[in-house]
């Protein structure tokens, strides 16, 4: 995870076109899924999460947030999570992961550009990347809201 300090962005260039439907956002709150997957746990302090979700099935390569001070880049990993509905009769799947300290409150803006790419599954359950189709996808601003355990996974 890299941190810059600038108002500009390394996913360039990036589309506003979003054909896998990706939708993201920055919460904070508490995920006890993910901070305390073992009890007994001492209550943990609620953080920033990056959270998205797709209606079509893809990978996240990485993503730019920055609120136009400060920039947050993740890049160089593979979440193999295929959020989509439906999947294994499930509402809507959100995944994420903590971003860590930022210099964030709720409330502020923050734009968010993601690096995704389709994937198909076999009829084995194999994940198929369609690594030709990689995109970068501009999602505009978004609001920093307090993590909603109902809707936010």
């Not at 389709?118 to 501009?138: C, H």
Request: hydrophobic fraction near 35%; glycine fraction near 10%; charged fraction near 20%.
């Amino acid at each position: 995870m890299t941190w810059t300090f600038a108002d500009s962005y390394d996913f360039a260039p990036s589309t506003k076109d979003n054909p896998l439907s990706v939708e993201a956002r920055v919460v904070y709150g508490i995920d006890t899924a993910i901070m305390c997957p073992q009890e007994p746990c001492s209550p943990p302090s609620p953080i920033f999460q990056f959270r998205y979700y797709s209606h079509l099935p893809m990978q996240l390569l990485g993503y730019n947030i920055c609120d136009g001070i400060s920039c947050i880049k993740n890049e160089g990993f593979v979440t193999y999570t295929i959020t989509k509905p439906g999947l294994s009769g499930h509402p809507e799947q959100w995944g994420g992961g903590t971003i860590g300290n930022v210099p964030w409150k709720i409330g502020d803006t923050v734009h968010i550009r993601v690096k995704v790419e389709p994937v198909t599954i076999n009829d084995s359950g194999n994940i198929i990347p369609q690594s030709d189709k990689m995109m970068f996808v501009d999602l505009g601003e978004s609001k920093i809201i307090p993590m909603d355990k109902n809707r936010d996974g």
